[in-house]
T-cell receptor, first 113, second 115 residues
């Protein structure tokens, strides 16, 4: 079962920041939070991941609360091409060195013109 | 940029056929994965491999097998295709993380229909 909870859908105006929340209250100390997105008819696209510090890259920022029980993905200036399903995932280590991703149902972000 | 290429975007096969789905990555990644994606069920892991000739079962391996003869190539095999294997199949690859975490990078998927 997915270890995260996300709202099923959100709207955002084009050019504004999109803030996508995620709850992961049962996260373990060595589990990472990953964000992916999936545009219709394409494979999931990696966005960003983090452990406990906030992270930023060219696509987005990831804000993780101090207790690590929730996080927010921020797209600073949303465009129509950012319309997609966004998945928040807690990475589960599969015994060895391979991290399994367990996808939930995600948040459908609709960017409005 | 990481490139994961799946051999077909769309494929139609008949019940009972042996079906091969091919995936190639160009980033020298150790790990490779096969998922299927179905409406309402999300992505589910079928098999993964962390090295050549090595394979591990995922959550739904029944009815599937895999082959990894070369590092860059990971094949998913439907031994005798059935209609309940109609799905979107996604391949992914990642570096071997060790103590750190390495993101998985996905191909664009193969939409397989079994008639």
């Amino acid at each position: 079962d997915a270890k995260t909870t996300q709202p099923p859908s959100m709207d955002c105006a084009e050019g504004r920041a999109a803030n996508l929340p995620c709850n992961h209250s049962t996260i373990s100390g060595n589990e990472y939070v990953y964000w992916y997105r999936q545009i219709h008819s394409q494979g999931p696209q990696y966005i960003i991941h983090g452990l406990k510090n906030n992270e930023t890259n060219e696509m987005a920022s990831l804000i993780i609360t101090e207790d690590r029980k929730s996080s927010t993905l921020i797209l600073p200036h949303a465009t129509l091409r950012d319309t997609a399903v966004y998945y928040c995932i807690v990475s589960v280590r599969d015994g060895g060195a391979t991290n399994k991703l367990i996808f939930g149902t995600g948040t459908l972000l609709a960017v409005q013109p | 940029d990481v490139k994961v290429t799946q051999s077909s975007r769309y494929l139609v096969k008949r019940t009972g056929e042996k079906v091969f789905l091919e995936c190639v990555q160009d980033m020298d990644h150790e790990n490779m994965f096969w998922y299927r994606q179905d409406p309402g069920l999300g992505l589910r892991l079928i098999y993964f491999s962390y090295d050549v000739k090595m394979k591990e079962k995922g959550d739904i391996p029944e009815g599937y097998s895999v082959s990894r003869e070369k590092k860059e190539r990971f094949s998913l095999i439907l031994e005798s295709a059935s209609t309940n294997q109609t799905s979107m199949y996604l391949c992914a690859s990642s570096l071997l993380g060790g103590s750190s975490n390495q993101p998985q990078h996905f191909g664009d998927g193969t939409r397989l229909s079994i008639l």
